[in-house]
């Protein structure tokens, strides 16, 4: 099963290559991969998409947490939470398809933040699956690059994740 | 008004720092990185520096004092190779949890990326083998982060850090003090184990049918073989010891029914397959313990006890975890039984007990004593004898490794060194040097085979230099025996590169290194050859014993099967 798990790091050189490094050397699945600074400059915030049996993800969790650079790991997909992720996409745009890329952009509540004579560029936001079906949407051979975030995760409601 | 704090060099940072952390020795090898820090150490006496011939054999040394000693070892190397050799000692450590704090030069920072003489990534390089590492970047943080790298190879589930020191940084100076606590706001070890859960635990471990105890390293990291004994005793529950938590409870005691897994005994194994409940503390369910996972231990309920959340439930599913260091877990344990005179119903367990005893009649380490080409066993058999059971014993990997887990009785925890994890060959000489360092008195013996020998032999050069008087027991079989045994048994006995040609003369080259070296070829003189060389208290004494070549190590449950499908010799099948 899916899960996405939310982390505190210090915000060290090597946090990075240290969690990659744990889910390589132990054959863990990862999907994607985010990470910022937050509010507090010395922290970090890292959204991890990893799939696995319960077992599995409860060895992920350990092991994370296990790492000395890890402050606390949370599994978002244990509650109710929003995932988002920010996805741009340049495709080609000439003649009358233009208007019809221009549609469907509003449809996903996307944003055209660049053109030029014969491209857009697009900006959408959403889970996932949004993000997949306006791709879906699209003529393959119009689209010339695509570029996601990865999902970033927070929990609905009163509960935060602080240290 | 406080004391002003002394303006100090890095390197002179770094020597202060080893005195504060009440550091005896370091073992390590020089080069260009770490001059600054080696001329620091000619300056003073007391942190002793142990010049080994390379840095695995230094770095194995740190590891069998601190396995020995229950302190960390140290460990000190220079940039590129220098800690490209120490990467086999660091990851040997890891696996078996070993503290181990290693530091190594690095270019100075400013070439740091720049592909500069003898640097390395080490960072990188140590990163999947090491609890923790740190790079010190500034002359300021050197004190501070010395304090964390001992404080967490040393607490929790203890394993080897590295501090990377870049040349510069020990030319650089700053005002000195070293820290008294150290406070690391990702990083704090549970210590204490779970009240309830400690009480669920005891009532499902005193209502069992047939309880069986296994227990590993764990014990004998935590210092927990007091409580441990206590809790066996009273419980009056059979045990079995993995290969690293030998010696936690006495292997001559009735309750102890050997070790287990791959190479345990037919009995220790038997009793793990049909227990009702089992009590596993400090192990971690290794492959080589419990065989096929499907088919392991299907009656029982288990309840595990570590210190390292992560080893609960990574193998096996357990009923209740108890997350805590040993030895407080234990001690609650114990404290819980005095004040209740409940105990589990005595018939079931007499009952269990003579079932055990049925499966010990089988006396599944038999061996032939009355041949004339010397049994590899008998070797030990004779040393175990001969030493009263007290002597501290290093081994290398492979077949004289678990003769020497099967055949010498360890009664007491931290006597046994061996590298169970990594199996690290080259890693038993180095590390009785570490131990004999340590306990200068002590019988020190070195288990070994002529292949796992001569991977570290440059190291009986640093025996002569400190007058280490390590004992040497060469096992000689002119194979790699366990790679010989596998190859007999699974690739239809096509010994592929498995046979050592061309050796050297062991007793020649012992002489040549300055120590005695004397060979044995017949079972008749093995018993005095041993006595001779324990009397020699002050030299190094290598002994070649020429064994019999086709032994194999039983029993065997091979890899893939279960725990209840063990192999006896050929001569003898099981029913």
Known sequence: ?????????????????????????????????????????????????????????????????????????????????????????????????REEIKRMTDIFRGRIVDVSDNTYTIEVTGDGAKLGAFLQGLDPRQILEVVRTGTSGIARGEKAIRL | MAAQKPVLRGAEIFVRALKDEGVEYVFGYPGGAV???????????????????????????????????????????????????????????????????????????????????????????????????????????????????????????????????????????????????????????????????????????????????YTGGGVVLGNASEELREFTRTLGYPITNTLMGLGAFPASDRQFIGMLGMHGTYEANMAMHHCDVLIAIGARFDDRVTGDLAQFCPYAKIVHIDVDPASIAKNVPVDIPIVGDVKSVLTDLNGLLRENPERAEPQ???????????????????????????????????????????????????????????????????????????GTMGFGLPAAMGVQMAFPEATVACITGEASLVMCIQELSTCLQYRLPVKVINLNNRYMGMVRQWQEFFYDKRYSHSYMDALPDFVMLAQSFGHVGVRVDKTADVEGALREALKQKDRLVLMDFITDQTENVYPMMASGKGQHEMHLSPDRELA
């Not at chain 2, 590492?133 to 001992?150: E, G, H, P, Q, S």
């Open chain 2, 348 to 422: 079931p367990l007499a009952e269990w007990w003579k079932q055990i005893g049925e499966w010990q009649s089988v006396d599944c380490l038999r061996f032939n004593r009355n041949t004339e080409v010397i049994k590899p066993q008998y070797v030990i058999e004779k040393l175990w004898e001969l030493t009263g059971g007290d002597a501290y014993v290093t081994s290398d990997v492979g077949q004289h490794q678990m003769w020497a887990a099967q055949f010498y009785k360890f009664d007491q925890p931290r006597r046994w060194i061996n590298s169970g994890g990594l």
């Open chain 2, 35 to 213: 001059l600054h820090i080696y001329d620091e150490l000619f300056k003073q006496e007391e942190v002793k520096h142990i010049l080994a011939r390379h840095e695995q054999g230094a770095g194995h040394a740190a590891d069998g004092y601190a396995r020995a000693t229950g302190k960390p070892g140290v460990l000190l190397v220079t940039s590129g190779p220098g800690v490209t050799n120490a990467v086999t000692p660091i990851a040997t450590a890891y696996m078996d949890s070993i503290p181990l704090v290693v530091f190594s030069g690095q270019v100075p920072k400013h070439l740091i990326g720049n592909d500069a003489f003898q640097e390395v990534d080490a960072i990188g390089i140590t990163r999947p083998c090491v609890k923790h590492n740190f790079l010190v970047k500034d002359v300021r943080d050197l004190a501070a982060t010395i304090k964390k790298a001992f404080f967490i190879a040393t607490s929790g589930r203890p394993g080897p850090v590295l501090v990377d020191i870049p040349k510069d940084i020990t030319a650089q100076s700053c005002e000195y003090e070293y820290p008294q606590n150290v406070e690391i706001r990702s990083y704090r070890p549970v210590v204490r184990g779970h009240p309830g859960q400690i009480r669920r635990a005891l009532k499902l471990i005193l209502g069992a049918k047939k309880p069986m105890l």
């Open chain 1, 1 to 97: 099963m899916r899960h996405i798990l939310s982390l505190l790091v210090e915000n060290e050189a090597g946090a990075l290559s240290r969690i990659a490094g744990l889910f390589s050397a132990r054959a863990f699945n990862i999907e994607s991969l985010s990470v910022a600074p937050t509010e507090d400059a010395s922290v970090s915030r890292m959204t991890v998409v990893t799939s696995g049996s319960d077992q599995i993800i409860e060895q992920i969790h350990k092991q994370l947490n296990k790492l000395v650079d890890v402050i606390k790991v949370v599994d978002l997909s244990e509650s109710p939470h929003i995932e988002r992720e920010l996805m741009l996409v340049k495709v080609q745009a000439k003649g009358e398809v």
